[in-house]
């Protein structure tokens, strides 16, 4: 158990659609990332937040959005959902903003599988 | 656009045997690889982080190097396990110059270990 937490593990929903999927980080992690795992596509990175901020972003489509609350965990919705969109959505959490992904490794939670049809 | 191979795509090994396989990726602008493996069902769990040119990391028969000049890093599993069957990502911290932060995962090495 990684002690980051996703919900819901599964979605299913219709195209045109929004839905918000959310994330708990590690316990005193303060970084939270996004990444969308496509069919044949390796893990695509979308967003990160570290502390309430926006740090870095990736190829986050501008139907999706997110933010980190200041509890710390965050959302990332998803709007005007097209079939595409259909994914494994990971977070993933660390400790400092690990700037370009060093000296930081991630803990990843379970995943949220999303299905449009 | 960042590129980041990972060969072989899948590899099916006998329980006991050793196997290595390769992650390529940009040469310049290099920050940190890491290496994660990913089982069925689970979520991606951290191996190493390395960011020196010539680390090298080891946790029990599992270990890594790094080449940051040529840009590849080989994982090598000495007497494999079936526990060790598993997809193993690797992926690259690097500055892309268009404001993208965050890593670049490869497609990963789908690793079969057979009893």
């Known amino acids: 158990d990684s002690g980051v937490t996703q919900t819901p593990k599964h979605l299913i929903t219709a195209t045109g659609q929004r839905v918000t999927l959310r994330c708990s980080p590690r316990s005193g992690d303060l970084s939270v990332y996004w990444y969308q795992q496509s069919l044949d596509q390796g893990l695509q990175f979308l967003i990160q937040y570290y502390n309430g901020e926006e740090r870095a972003k990736g190829n986050i489509l501008e139907r999706f959005s997110a933010q980190q609350f200041p509890d710390l965990h965050s959302e990332l919705n998803l709007s005007s959902l097209e079939l595409g969109d259909s994914a494994l959505y990971f977070c993933a959490s660390s400790v400092t903003p690990g700037t370009h992904g060093r000296n930081e490794k991630l803990f990843f939670g379970s995943g949220t599988q999303l299905s449009v049809l | ?115």
């Open chain 2, 1 to 115: 656009i960042l590129n980041v191979e990972q060969s072989p795509q899948s590899l099916h090994v006998q329980e006991g045997d050793s196997t290595n396989f390769t992650c390529s990726f940009p040469s310049s602008n290099f920050y940190a690889l890491h290496w994660y493996r990913w089982e069925t069902a689970k979520s991606p769990e951290a191996l190493f982080v390395m960011t020196l040119n010539g680390d090298e990391k080891k946790k029990g028969r599992i270990s890594a190097t790094l080449n940051t000049k040529e840009g590849y890093s080989y994982l090598y599993i000495k007497g494999s396990q079936p526990e060790d069957s598993a997809t193993y990502l690797c992926a690259f911290g690097g500055d892309s110059g268009g404001g993208a932060d965050g890593l670049t995962f490869g497609k990963g090495t789908h690793l079969i270990i057979q009893p």
